[in-house]
Antibody, heavy 122, light 111 residues
Framework: QVHLHESGPGLVKPSQTLSLTCSVSGASISSGGHYWSWIRQHPGKGLEWIGFSKYIGNPYYNPSLQSRVTISEDTSKNEFSLKLASVTAADTAVYYC??????????????WGQGTLVTVSS | QSVLTQPPSVSGAPGQRVTISCTGAGSNIGAGYDVHWYQQLPGTAPKLLIYGNTNRPSVVPDRFSASKSGTSASLVITGLQAEDEADYFCQSYDSSLSASVFGGGTTLTVL
């Protein structure tokens, strides 16, 4: 049973960089067969896919966020991380780290972290 | 404004059947990309309900089923139970956006 856990600051100031880490247990992020990804949920329900840590060898990001997002892996710690630069209030959301299955970006999420609320405010 | 359109809310009495629609376009559902469904109970993370249009993980009761036709998909819940009260989301891939996209979510109320 894979388990994912998000950690990081719950409050970020506008224009700064949001940084979160996802610790994975019960599966190896380097073993292949799955993709490791971030999704966020804005207040009031909407879900938004942010990107993959690795897809066909490289990170793959939602084009709407691509200019501000970096997702990286630390295979020695079995962790992957999210950095979102130049945040605004619109980036306030619950951030989930997830395991993605199926046909790459056309696939689906089969495991979710518990989520962590990040608020952007001065 | 979500790329996939769902009704904001649906309701039904215990034991009844409800249907939640997910309407897309030619660049997503209509292009043949798979639709997946998630259930989000209050205060928890979403959980996979249906994948690949019609497939149910083994832990999901067979009261839950789904289908896809043209540019739309539907989730059907039969024998409604109080524990089914939750938000439900559809998800697919959109080729014009080059991104995986979600519906805005539907809140199911069990009367």
């Amino acid at each position: 049973q894979v388990h994912l856990h998000e950690s990081g600051p719950g409050l970020v100031k506008p224009s700064q960089t949001l940084s979160l880490t996802c610790s994975v247990s019960g599966a190896s992020i380097s073993s292949g067969g799955h993709y490791w990804s971030w999704i966020r949920q804005h207040p009031g329900k909407g879900l938004e896919w942010i990107g993959f840590s690795k897809y066909i060898g490289n990170p793959y990001y939602n084009p709407s966020l691509q200019s501000r997002v970096t997702i990286s892996e630390d295979t020695s710690k079995n962790e992957f991380s999210l950095k979102l630069a130049s945040v605004t209030a619109a980036d306030t959301a619950v951030y989930y780290c997830v395991r993605w299955a199926g046909y790459g970006v056309r696939g689906f999420v089969d495991s979710w972290g518990q989520g962590t609320l990040v608020t952007v405010s001065s | 404004q979500s790329v996939l359109t769902q009704p904001p809310s649906v309701s039904g009495a215990p034991g009844q059947r409800v249907t939640i629609s997910c309407t897309g376009a030619g660049s997503n559902i209509g292009a043949g990309y798979d639709v997946h469904w998630y259930q989000q109970l209050p205060g928890t993370a979403p959980k996979l309900l249906i994948y690949g249009n019609t497939n149910r993980p083994s832990v999901v009761p067979d009261r839950f089923s789904a289908s896809k036709s043209g540019t739309s998909a539907s989730l059907v819940i039969t024998g409604l139970q109080a524990e089914d009260e939750a938000d439900y989301f559809c998800q697919s891939y959109d080729s014009s956006l080059s991104a995986s996209v979600f519906g805005g979510g539907t809140t199911l109320t069990v009367l």
